[in-house]
């Protein structure tokens, strides 16, 4: 895994991140504050959107050897709120990315989580971080679905296709 691929799955995530928030906060706060069940990962999208931003926040902290942020969800009113917080973190995960050489991706992260200590090579953190918050947008664009119908596809492919100057050749 090359820094090049990482940046460029970061651009991905922030992508489809902010395509699915963007549906979500047309929706309305009434309907994306609606408790929708527990089995899902978070009962409201809000929710859904806070812990995806939360851990994402976690990991840089955890990356830049600080303090685990808390609370880690932080308790948002509305997305508008959380936007404006996501919008400063993405700008403080791109400002990290961009600084990160080949050669720091290779470098141990060890973590401490309920008395057990993990240890595991940042280049695959960096891959984690985006692959959690995939597994929250389906969610997500499941409980979308629910409410108002199907969401915009916000898979690779489309961000390929649909992004100016990201065309392949």
Known sequence: MTMELIRE???YHHWANRRLFDVAAKAGEALTGRELGPHFSWPTIRQMFAHIYGADRLWLATWKGQPRPTPQEPPVATLAEL???WDALEQEQRAYLAGLREEDIARVVERTRDGVTTRCPLRMLLAHVPNHATHH???IATMLTMLTGSPPDSGIASYYREGPGRALA
Do not use: N
């Open 83 to 85: 936007r404006a917080l």
């Open 137 to 139: 947008r389906s969610e």
């Open 9 to 11: 799955v970061w651009e």
